[in-house]
């Protein structure tokens, strides 16, 4: 159980698209899910906090315009990287906290390359 | 949320048991004590979680002393596919967040 899921699990794209990325909480409902990034020999750096239904909480310095998230139901939130520029190459990893439990569920990651 | 403070790499052989301490001295009444397993290009893994004093289950140990500024992970006898990077974090029953720190980069050796 508390399986995530996220695809694409790599993406390369020229700079200045949009790049969507997905993150679905398998097997359970998930109330909030996070949105960080992993540069390399980094550690996991959150970017957002995302609840169903609501505005995502963006940490400080991360660009809410550009980091687009959506979390339009208990088991999906989106991640689109607008206007994509190479320093944006990273992993980009989310997870889900299932409703009343304090522990989160990783997904596996998406690796971005942004040429 | 409270600070973790672990150290950088261990080094360790297959078939060895392999503790790792963490350290959080402003650690407050409701926060637990989670440790995370993460292997190259892949997301984090849950491995064990505690309040106080001992927890365990079919994958490791982790003891808690009674002040609980501190905890230790223990891993029985490691294999090679032990080699990865160990998070502790520590956070409240509601906590919202997770902060991360640089984690303990372990390397099981034949």
Redesign the interface.
Same mark, same amino acid.
């Given at each position: 159980g508390a399986v995530?899921s $996220?695809h694409p699990s790599w993406v390369i794209c020229k700079s200045g698209t949009s790049v969507k990325i997905e993150c679905r909480s398998l097997d359970f409902q998930a109330t909030?899910m996070?949105w960080?990034r992993q540069f390399p020999k980094q550690? #996991?750096? #959150?970017m957002a906090?995302s609840n169903e239904g609501s505005k995502a909480t963006y940490e400080q310095g991360v660009e809410k315009d550009k980091f687009l998230i959506n979390h339009a139901s208990l088991t999906l939130s989106t991640l689109t990287v607008t206007s994509a520029h190479p320093e944006d190459s990273s992993?980009y990893?989310?997870?889900a906290r299932i409703r009343g439990q304090?522990? $989160?569920?990783?997904?596996?990651?998406t690796?971005l390359l942004v040429l | 949320l409270a600070k973790t403070t672990q150290p950088i790499s261990m080094d360790s052989y297959e078939g060895q048991e392999v503790n790792i301490t963490c350290s959080h001295n402003n650690i407050a009444t409701n926060d637990y004590i989670t440790w995370y397993q993460q292997f190259p290009s892949q997301g984090p893994r849950f491995i064990i979680q505690g309040y106080k004093t001992k927890v365990t289950n079919e994958v490791a140990s982790l003891f808690i002393p009674a002040d609980r500024k501190s905890s230790t992970l223990s891993l029985p006898r490691v294999s090679l596919s032990d080699t990865a990077v160990y998070y502790c974090l520590v956070g409240d029953t509601g906590f919202q967040k997770l902060v991360f720190g640089t984690g303990t980069r372990l390397l099981v050796s034949p």
């Open positions: 995530v $996220q909030t996070f960080y550690s #996991l750096m #959150l906090t992993f990893i989310c997870s304090e522990t $989160q569920y990783f997904g596996p990651g690796r | -």
